[in-house]
């Protein structure tokens, strides 16, 4: 068994991912520490409600002054103009600097290195950097996003996509109330976030094969004329101009089918990355993050439960990603205008046909499966619903099977 005081770990990548793990698993005790390449992601993202709230229980404050207020969103789909809900922004830039200040304020070291190489041993971890410092570690976790490495077959892929982005400036008075915007288009779909201080920012996702050329002149220019020429931005396109170069990504959804083995565990995108249409990165990202100390500790400290653990991770984080991939899926559906589409015809099939909700959540029955104990992941006995097939364990503090037999004998005595 590993003493928890003792025990170095070492989360690697500095991302919402990387920092909430390294933050949750200093709140346990554990000795941690960060090595990272910090990257400079000049974006803008939104974020719901949720990932705010989750946020703001882990207490960073430094990060949350980074998040903006609710802003509008409205939505142009399926030539249907609508006002949808909510959003909150971040520029990722301030927003990362942000998260390294509430690692510095836990008092956890970090480390501004390039990682070469990890090693996974029976009884340890090596880590080595390009500057030639190594680092020896009871356990590492991987947070390097999209820049982890990618074994052959490693990974379940969705439709291959591209997102290109673009930041614009303006001093148009007008333009000085925040929203979002987002937009159906014949070969994808636009993103535009306003934070109502002179930065606007683009972002337009098409398929990985399509036709926008080649090369940062090309991309730019693609982007340039369709943000321009888009009738639903006429209140806006006319007071811009483009602001630095053009960024383009991957957004292939992708999950890591091997999440979790030996001494090494990933979260954030290098365990899972949904379809960007969904807004749900940074939520699936802190998904991950949320449970992987508990399991981490589960491992090192409860070592008859190491399977148990592994399967807790694995299930939970299969289930979200497909989830959420259907409910992409369904939003693609609605969008009918462009039937012949290879980007919308193959979005409209993957991943599959499975409802991503049930009308009705109806009672499958219980079983006994893994679940978050305290700092351990036990089996318990759980109530399995269509909607909820890993099961409830606990409802307003109680067990979930007891209330359910609580409930079932009211109705028989009513009978």
């Known amino acids: 068994?590993?003493?928890?005081?003792?025990?170095?770990?070492?989360?690697?990548?500095?991302?919402?991912?990387g920092i909430v793990t390294a933050i949750g698993l200093a709140k346990m005790g554990y000795k941690?520490?960060?090595?990272?390449?910090?990257?400079?992601?000049?974006?803008?993202?939104?974020?719901?409600?949720?990932?705010?709230?989750?946020?703001?229980?882990?207490?960073?404050?430094?990060?949350?002054?980074?998040?903006?207020?609710?802003?509008?969103?409205?939505?142009?789909?399926?030539?249907?103009?609508?006002?949808?809900?909510?959003?909150?922004?971040?520029?990722?830039?301030?927003?990362?600097?942000?998260l390294l200040k509430d690692l510095a304020a836990a008092n956890i070291p970090f480390y501004p290195e390039t990682i070469t190489t990890v090693a996974t041993h029976p009884t340890a971890c090596l880590i080595s950097c390009k500057s030639g410092k190594t680092f020896r570690t009871d356990f590492v976790v991987e947070a390097r996003g999209r820049a982890a490495p990618l074994s052959k077959d490693s990974h379940i892929?969705?439709?291959?996509?591209?997102?290109?982005?673009q930041n614009w400036q303006t001093s148009n008075t007008q333009l000085m109330s925040p929203q979002a915007i987002a937009i159906s288009i014949e070969s994808g779909w636009l993103w535009?976030?306003?934070?109502?201080?002179?930065?606007?920012?683009?972002?337009?996702?098409?398929?990985?094969?399509?036709?926008?050329?080649?090369?940062?002149?090309?991309?730019?220019?693609?982007?340039?004329q369709l943000v321009l020429s888009r009738p639903e931005l006429d209140h806006i396109t006319p007071f811009i101009e483009p602001e630095g170069k053009v960024l383009a990504r991957s957004s292939t959804p992708l999950f890591n089918k091997y999440p979790i083995k030996d001494r090494y565990l990933c979260v954030g995108d290098a365990a899972m990355s949904g379809d960007p249409l969904s807004g749900s990165g940074i939520f699936l990202s802190l998904s991950a993050a949320f449970i992987a100390p508990v399991v981490i500790n589960t491992i090192l400290n409860k070592p008859e439960n190491k399977a148990l653990a592994e399967k807790f991770y694995f299930d939970r984080l299969q289930h979200l990603f497909y989830r959420f991939a259907r409910v992409g899926r369904d939003f693609y559906q609605m969008e009918s205008r462009w039937p012949e589409h290879p980007f919308w015809q193959e979005r409209r099939a993957w991943p599959d046909q499975i409802l991503a909700h049930q009308e009705k959540d109806r009672l499958v029955g219980s079983a006994q499966r893994p679940v978050v104990n305290g700092s351990f992941i036990d089996k318990k006995e759980v109530v399995i619903t269509t909607e909820q097939p890993l099961g409830i364990?606990?409802?307003?503090?109680?067990?979930?099977?007891?209330?359910?037999?609580e409930q079932l004998k009211k109705l028989n005595n009513i009978d």
Not at 44 to 62: M, P
Not at 192 to 200: D, M
Not at 400 to 405: K, P, R
């Open 157 to 165: 892929r969705g439709v291959d996509s591209l997102s290109i982005c």
């Open 32 to 98: 941690v520490c960060v090595i990272a390449n910090i990257r400079a992601h000049n974006v803008t993202e939104g974020l719901s409600e949720r990932v705010f709230q989750a946020l703001s229980t882990l207490g960073l404050q430094h990060t949350l002054k980074e998040i903006s207020s609710p802003i509008p969103r409205s939505v142009s789909w399926n030539g249907i103009h609508s006002a949808a809900n909510t959003e909150r922004l971040i520029r990722r830039v301030s927003f990362d600097s942000a």
């Open 192 to 224: 535009l976030a306003n934070n109502g201080q002179g930065n606007i920012f683009t972002q337009v996702s098409v398929s990985a094969k399509s036709n926008t050329g080649s090369g940062k002149e090309k991309l730019s220019t693609f982007i340039n």
């Open 393 to 405: 364990w606990k409802i307003n503090n109680k067990n979930a099977v007891d209330v359910l037999s």
């Open 1 to 17: 068994m590993i003493n928890q005081s003792q025990s170095e770990i070492a989360v690697l990548g500095c991302g919402p991912a």
